[in-house]
């Protein structure tokens, strides 16, 4: 891909000043991998595939993991959940994200990627607040089960370790402010012997509203020690990243929203990072270059109806804060080949700058939830280590 000057860090000459550099010394290490810039892409689904990943570490270096995969799925050999585990030649480290219930078939899962060589890195999902993973008693429940929590962690660690693949952890703050669990669950990974712990600072309830609390990513910071701890939420500018390694004192951030229609922003972070001056932003022509570069690599990857159908749901996101018109962003959101895709392009004012309204928040964000999605009962007995009842999600993949 032929980077557009605005988006290459090196071009000095239009280039803005860079933040302050973040106070962290030393790169990174995820087990034997170091990571610098010490970022790190969030698995989100229906996002973090093969391509967006490829786009993204076309702009910059770090860790990059691909969507969520469900372990019951994965032991069971399901087609759609390999397909997801793609790598490219040149992607190292391999990292995935799983997601189980059960710490036997977590365990049979890890056993499995370690023994075929499928990822050279594991993060086990205790974040997800989405109601059809919490009711089952999974995702942002899990940590509030001390005994079942830790069951989880130290059957992946004891798979994976033998074979050198590190195992990390992401979670919430907790299940709602009156269930709060994240240092607990810190403390029990870290003794676990996992490689790094990351936190998104909010509570399940919150989902992805309000403000990311990131003081509790300090006090997660003091209570575990003797591995790295990732902050997560809110980053949606390389200087929000430095600011909580400054604020904090933790050893790397988790990017989830903030990119997603602005993979340049992992060009950006290493700018910043490296104390370099921060590329300009991209103007529209540069945008929708990116957009069609991702176009291709979708349709690379899926085929010709799949790969542009997926793209539909990034178009808002490159586009937003851009004046492009109601009717031809409508029309953008139901482009049907790559042909139209062009067609549509071609009908946008393209020296337009990168406008002011296109920073911030982006990506999801809703309401907080009027209760968090638990099995019956769940909450009665955190020392419990019981494998809820139909726990593990049944619909395949993902």
């Not at 390999?82 to 790598?87: E, G, I, Q």
């Not at 189980?100 to 999902?125: F, M, S, W, Y």
Request: with cysteine; hydrophobic share 40%; charged share 20%.
């Amino acid at each position: 891909m032929h980077l557009p000057s605005t988006l290459t860090p090196a071009s000095a000459t239009t280039a803005q000043p860079a933040p302050s550099p973040a106070p962290a010394a030393g790169t990174l290490q995820i087990g034997p991998y170091p990571v610098w810039p010490p970022v790190v892409l969030a698995p989100m689904a229906g996002v973090t595939n093969a391509p967006f990943r490829s786009l993204c570490r076309e702009f910059g270096a770090g860790l990059y993991v691909c969507e969520m995969i469900t372990t019951r799925a994965l032991v069971a050999g399901d087609p759609k959940s390999r397909a997801m585990m793609r790598f490219e030649p040149d992607e190292h480290p391999r990292s995935v994200q799983l997601y189980g219930v059960d710490p036997v078939v977590v365990g049979q899962a890890v056993r499995l990627v370690v023994e075929q060589d499928l990822a050279d890195h594991i993060d086990l999902n205790f974040g997800c607040p989405v109601p059809k993973v919490t009711r089952k008693g999974g995702g942002s429940a899990i940590p509030y089960k001390r005994r079942l929590f830790e069951s989880i962690v130290r059957s992946a660690v004891d798979q994976a370790t033998p074979h050198g693949v590190p195992v990390t952890v992401k979670m919430r703050i907790g299940i709602d402010s009156d269930h709060i669990t994240y240092l607990d669950a810190g403390r029990i990974a870290e003794d676990a012997g996992v490689a790094a712990v990351a936190l998104h600072a909010r509570t399940a309830i919150q989902h992805y509203s309000g403000q990311a609390d990131w003081e509790t990513i300090g006090r997660l910071k003091q209570a575990v020690t003797s591995v790295p701890v990732l902050g997560n939420g809110d980053i949606f500018a390389a200087s929000d990243a430095l600011t909580m390694m400054a604020m904090t004192g933790c050893d790397g951030v988790v990017v989830g929203r903030g990119c997603q229609g602005r993979p340049w922003l992992f060009a950006e972070l290493a700018a910043a990072f490296d104390g370099r001056p921060a590329p300009t932003p991209p103007d529209l022509r540069a945008v929708a270059e990116v957009m069609r570069r991702h176009a291709v690599l979708l349709v690379a990857e899926m085929g010709a109806d799949r790969g542009i159908r997926e793209l539909r749901k990034h178009t808002a996101w490159y586009l937003r804060g851009f004046a492009v018109g109601s009717q031809v962003r409508r029309e953008l959101g139901m482009v049907a080949s790559l042909t139209e895709l062009d067609e549509l392009i071609g009908q946008l004012d393209l020296d337009q700058p990168y406008p002011q309204a296109a920073e911030g928040p982006r990506g999801r964000q809703g309401t907080p939830q009027r209760r968090v999605a638990l099995p019956h009962g769940w909450l009665d007995d955190p020392e419990s280590a019981a494998v809820p009842h139909e726990a593990e999600l049944d619909d395949g993949g993902g």
